[in-house]
Nanobody, 120 residues
Framework: QVQLVESGGGLVQAGGSLRLSCAAS????????MGWYRQAPGKQRELVAV???????VYADSVKGRFTISRDNAKNTVYLQMNSLKPEDTAVYYC??????????????WGQGTQVTVSS
């Protein structure tokens, strides 16, 4: 009942930038945390950044100082600005959100993923 749609992935050279967007829609009463995860081939999915409902941001050590997560609560949208990209940032990036539906049920949803490829 809650869908997340990502956009903004693509191919970029090392040192370049990309901005990912993720919009949540459906039967949403409230959203708690919204965040980004990534999964590289042969590796486990890992946290990239989270924006909590309280306004706190958490980043993986590997992206601190290069990536910035932001959120527009009016649009139920979370963004990930990625600067100084490195080849090791290559992965499928997934959006995640949890909260409460308008039927007062908890939800946790994932987007379909968007590919980010950084060439050296």
């Amino acid at each position: 009942q809650v869908q997340l749609v990502e956009s903004g992935g693509g191919l970029v050279q090392a040192g370049g930038s990309l901005r990912l967007s993720c919009a949540a829609s459906g039967s949403i009463r409230s959203i708690n945390d919204m965040g980004w995860y990534r999964q590289a081939p042969g590796k486990q999915r890992e946290l990239v950044a989270v924006f909590t409902s309280g306004g706190r941001t958490v980043y993986a050590d590997s992206v601190k100082g290069r990536f910035t997560i932001s959120r527009d609560n009016a649009k139920n949208t979370v963004y990930l600005q990625m600067n100084s990209l490195k080849p090791e940032d290559t992965a499928v990036y997934y959006c995640n959100a949890d909260g409460t539906t308008d039927r007062l049920r908890p939800f946790g949803s994932w987007g379909q993923g968007t590919q980010v490829t950084v060439s050296s």
